[in-house]
């Protein structure tokens, strides 16, 4: 099983950066893919990102594709976020699990292991 914990949010003005982390427990942590998730209030969730567990492939949801970078350091046991250039619109609640999709995949039912969600809020 793996644990998840989520950190890095914060309140920042439209333009500006935050580094979300995702922490992972568990020896099996770097045979699994990892997704990003977020959701504001009144929303569904939604996906926002995902790397292999290789890290070589990563997939981005077109509303954050260029602004967004999603990483991992295996030997760390963690996988990151970087959100640049954010937007007002990008205001949520991120979350990371755990992929269980052999592919790429961005349906919210092939992922388990959800994290407690990190907030980040963005001001115009």
């Known amino acids: 099983q793996v644990q998840l914990v989520e950190s890095g949010g914060g309140s920042v003005q439209a333009g500006g950066s935050l580094r979300l982390s995702c922490a992972a427990s568990g020896r099996t942590f770097s045979n699994y893919a990892i997704g990003w998730f977020r959701q504001a209030p009144g929303k569904e969730r939604e996906f926002v990102a995902r790397i292999s567990w290789v890290g070589s492939i990563t997939d981005y949801a077109d509303s954050v594709k260029g602004r967004f970078t999603v990483s991992r350091d295996n030997a760390k046991n963690m996988v990151y976020l970087q959100l640049n250039s954010l937007k007002p619109e990008d205001t949520a609640v991120y979350y990371c699990?755990?992929?269980?999709?052999?592919?790429?995949?961005?349906?919210?039912?092939?992922?388990?292991?959800w994290g407690q969600g990190t907030q980040v809020t963005v001001s115009s």
């Open positions: 699990a755990r992929s269980l999709a052999g592919g790429p995949n961005r349906a919210i039912k092939t992922y388990d292991s």
